[in-house]
């Protein structure tokens, strides 16, 4: 049965409790107790308008389209590495979208001393006019490369990160420095870890403790190496999603060791490095976005910074077009439903990953998210109480549009999105159909830790 038809299917279903394909587990959403807590602006993402030494933005950060679908992502806070060329426009962006900026710099080549030019120092130089719109900074926007050039190496990532702390406290006193920045995922350029980076002298101190994760990379820069690849059929298992929790275990303990008590902060992850896989536009990425976002808010990452807005082929535009991608159809959801405290909705299971927060501008409300990562099999859960579903579904998994409760999601002419309107659903049995990801809102469900 195609994805629409089991989701109009599973609604008639709904509206007998009690009837479903299998039966789930019982969940009382009124005793989910709080496990975390979300920074407001936890959903943000990159700008990406940096390419090389170039200032030049794929897009026009002035257009009122893209100002227009940004904003329904906010607040959120907009990473940009750019030269001070481009920061009036970026700061204009960000204030017309609810966004504060995290600003990412490019340490210039250098020298066999390891000096480089401009410095460290050097990075704020033009900024003081849009000082206060700059949450965070992070002094590379890619992490310094092992084996590269001269100095290029811990000790000059410490020194380099001393001065741009003075810097920054002079330039912007309420700016949070952050870093390593380390890329731990996959990754075809060899670069220093975390652990380097940190234990160097003098020892860098940061306020905000960072990482980069790319899960994979796509076919055109693993340099034959397979062990970098993920197929389409893998994009949804359980082994790909769950690459993260790894990485994020080393990230922990070195941000326990080296900054106790600072915040985590993934400040750019996407579906793979080197612009994204080929079906990194699809719907069946949204998968994987989706269970991280959850799953990272569940172990207490505090902001995930999404690459990107509009460019390369995991952006949540198309560069050229600006047509929403599937991913930007589910930020929005997240947005508008899932709420900064985080609670615990249990173990995920194969096959159903079962995450919970307080639900958005509801007084004890609940919300959950349910993803059924099976190409053919129902999930379903128990619920005492009626709510509103939204379910995302696509006809194909790799096509770049999605369904919301079976109807085509799509911006109206006049550039306003469209009403994204739930189906009621009476208590007892709640249906998740074959690849599918389902928000579910529990607005009277009573639950202490979420007034």
């Not at 501008?361 to 939204?390: D, M």
Request: some cysteine; aromatic content about 6%.
């Amino acid at each position: 049965m195609r994805p629409r038809a089991w989701v109009l299917f599973c609604v008639g279903l709904l509206a007998v409790p009690g009837v479903a394909e299998e039966s789930g587990r019982s969940l009382s959403p009124a005793k989910l107790r709080r496990v975390a807590t979300v920074d407001e602006r936890y959903q943000s993402y990159d700008l990406e308008i940096a390419d090389g030494a170039q200032a030049q933005p794929p897009v026009d950060l002035s257009s009122a389209p893209l100002r227009k679908l940004a904003a329904a992502l906010g607040p959120a806070y907009v990473r940009v590495g750019a030269t001070p060329k481009g920061w009036q426009g970026v700061a204009d962006f960000a204030r017309a979208v609810d966004a504060k900026i995290v600003a990412s710099f490019a340490v210039g080549a250098r020298d066999a001393a390891g000096g480089s030019a401009p410095g460290p120092a050097d990075k704020f130089a033009g900024l003081q006019p849009i000082a206060r719109q700059i949450a965070a900074a992070e002094l590379f926007d890619e992490p310094p490369a092992s084996g590269g050039a001269a100095g290029s190496d811990a000790a000059a990532f410490a020194r380099d990160v001393a001065a741009f702390r003075r810097s920054a406290r002079q330039t912007a006193p309420q700016l949070l420095v952050a870093g390593p920045g380390a890329e731990e995922g996959a990754s075809a350029v060899p670069a220093l870890h975390g652990e380097a980076l940190l234990d160097a002298e003098p020892k860098p101190v940061f306020d905000v403790f960072t990482y980069r994760y790319h899960g994979a990379v796509p076919p055109k820069c693993s340099h034959g190496d397979q062990a970098l690849l993920t197929s389409a059929d893998q994009a949804m298992s359980e082994e790909r999603l769950s690459r993260i929790d790894k990485v994020h275990a080393l990230q922990e303990s070195l941000r326990d060791r080296f900054a106790p008590g600072k915040p985590i902060w993934v400040t750019e992850t996407a579906d793979a490095a080197c612009g994204g896989n080929p079906w990194a536009s699809s719907f069946l990425d949204t998968f994987r976005y989706l269970d991280q976002l959850a799953r990272l808010a569940k172990r207490g990452v505090k902001v995930q910074v999404h690459d990107s807005l509009a460019a390369g082929e995991s952006g949540y535009l198309d560069a050229k077009t600006l047509a929403p991608r599937p991913k930007y159809w589910a930020a929005v959801l997240w947005r508008r439903l899932m709420g900064t405290a985080v609670l615990d909705a249990g173990p995920s299971r194969p096959g159903l990953h079962l995450y919970a927060h307080c639900l958005r501008g509801h007084r004890g409300g609940v919300v959950l998210l349910a993803i059924n990562n099976t190409r053919n099999q129902p999930e379903s859960i128990e619920l005492p109480i009626g709510a509103e579903r939204y379910t995302l579904s696509a006809r194909r998994l790799q096509e770049g549009r999605v369904d919301l409760n079976g109807l085509r999601l799509a911006p109206q002419a006049n550039g306003e999105l469209p009403q994204m309107r739930a189906i009621p659903t009476l208590p007892g049995t709640v249906v998740f159909v074959p690849a599918s990801i389902t928000f579910v809102a529990i607005a009277n469900a009573k639950n202490a830790a979420c007034r």
